[in-house]
């Protein structure tokens, strides 16, 4: 079993609706309502204890703004501008009221930073701290920026240098995600497809050419973060840098680096120095 | 530390924004886009292993429904229909591949029911299982129900018979929940003031007088389900039928009985055969 498997099970189950322009199956689900100028999307995501983070090496600041960036993660990759937020969080007998202090307050700083107000939520308990948020955020509409909307011939980007979050963690540090939510809106438009990257450049950008039925070659040269490796880069998750596509006559913005080429082929096959990559990233039910 | 202390520390840091124009503290936040005729409304609900459900005594089936018929509650609860729900999961090595189609069966049997289209969600994993719905409904502009809007006079009303879930539960069976978003969109214009009973009666009121600044006055007669004392209508959870109020000249649906009056007094003050009656609800992090 792995999420893909999962994933292709519950699509065909899943119902349709007219205002639902865009639903399982990228960063973000769009609804559009009858009569708006604006496209509303919405992204969840869960952050678990000893999946996510581990009480003793993250503060409950670092986690709280871990549990938020993640969605605003999403957001940024559909060119949208975050609204507001609803977070559910089960605790355990661990969190002192002096934790739960400290995570609203790592939490709801990064929400005031980029204008997500927190509009409710659900509290519950459990074995060991699981929290969960949906985040919601506008773009003009039918402005989103889709993972399925790549072409060959487009070139590809990464917001920035990669493997910094798998540096982080081998060095027992943590890698505090900043949302690159600006450069989303600059990228509507502009880009030709975007995604965020969670799960490491292979196994993102394999998503990314599996949604746009296309092939992608990688450059021999990927930007890497202070001290990472070339494995880390192409495989490490949790960097949250922006992947995107776009044709070859359109500038890219300051600070994006070229990867490489989308290219025609099997869908999600990709080659690096002439053979063929494996996605490597992360899978939550991949045993390896 | 209860529920009420921490949400009552969050609410004031949570933030503000035009378009929202109800945040936290009630069923749903409510959303009103520039320019629709609509408002969207969001809840979120967290359904945990040996919290909220059992794997010896509770069917993939009915977790899945039950986790969905908690969101379609609050959506009842505010006079909307819905539209759509992201899930977020985080499965457990007891999870087996029957387990998860039979969770999604009995999930997706009661949105398709219901018109709720599955937009997305994520997956994870975990000691124990823990997922989190958020449901999306909508309604016309300005007409969702709150429960900050009972007034003195008002009449008081529950949707059916209390303590179906307590008995229930007592009897190590399953009580699955039927939303009432029917009777939530028949209520648009009549109830005054509503929210569903998902604590418990005293717990559930005592919520709503606070919220709309009032006491409460609850007759003799309780609507008793089959086998349910007074205490289990009064205080047991999870039954899932709306509480409202309304004006006395307004006529109430059928099916729904008068169970008190709404009375100037302490916010939140509640009194039972001239008493006062003690909210003995369920609070996930009281220890009682």
Redesign the interface.
């Known amino acids: 079993?792995n999420?893909q498997w999962?994933?292709s099970?519950?699509t065909p189950?899943?119902?349709?609706?007219r205002?639902?322009v865009c639903?399982?199956?990228?960063d973000?689900?769009v609804?559009r309502?009858?009569?708006?100028?604006?496209d509303?999307v919405?992204?969840?995501?869960?952050l678990?204890e000893?999946?996510?983070f581990r009480m003793s090496t993250h503060s409950p600041e670092e986690i709280g703004h871990k549990a938020l960036a993640r969605g605003l993660s999403d957001i940024a990759a559909m060119g949208a501008e975050p609204?507001?937020c609803?977070?559910?969080i089960?605790?355990s007998t661990a969190a002192s009221?002096k934790w739960?202090?400290g995570f609203?307050r790592g939490m709801?700083k990064l929400?005031?930073r980029t204008?997500?107000?927190?509009?409710?939520?659900?509290?519950?308990?459990?074995?060991?701290i699981?929290c969960?948020i949906?985040v919601?955020g506008?773009v003009p509409r039918n402005r989103a920026l889709l993972r399925s909307t790549a072409k060959p011939g487009d070139l590809i980007y990464v917001s920035g240098p990669l493997g910094a979050a798998a540096v982080a963690l081998q060095a027992g540090k943590v890698h505090l995600p900043q949302p690159r939510l600006e450069l989303g809106v600059q990228l509507r438009g502009k880009a030709s497809a975007a995604m965020d990257l969670s799960d490491g450049l292979s196994t993102d950008l394999q998503r990314l050419c599996v949604a746009s039925g296309v092939s992608a070659a990688l450059n021999e040269d990927i930007p890497l973060a202070a001290g990472a490796t070339i494995e880390q880069a192409l495989h490490g998750g949790e960097d949250y840098e922006l992947l995107f596509t776009a044709p070859a006559k359109k500038k890219a913005p300051a600070g994006c680096t070229m990867v490489g080429e989308i290219i025609e082929g099997k869908p999600g096959a990709l080659r690096y120095k002439g053979k063929p990559l494996r996605a490597r990233g992360y899978d939550?039910?991949k045993k390896s």
């Open positions: 079993m999420e999962l994933i099970r519950i189950l899943a119902g349709k609706r205002e639902l639903g399982i199956g990228d973000c689900a609804y309502a009858p009569g708006t100028r604006e509303l919405f992204t969840t995501d869960m678990i000893d999946v996510h609204k507001f609803l977070l559910s089960a605790l009221k739960i202090d609203y709801l929400a005031a204008g997500t107000v927190l509009a409710g939520g659900d509290l519950s308990h459990a074995l060991e699981c969960d949906t919601s506008a939550h039910f």
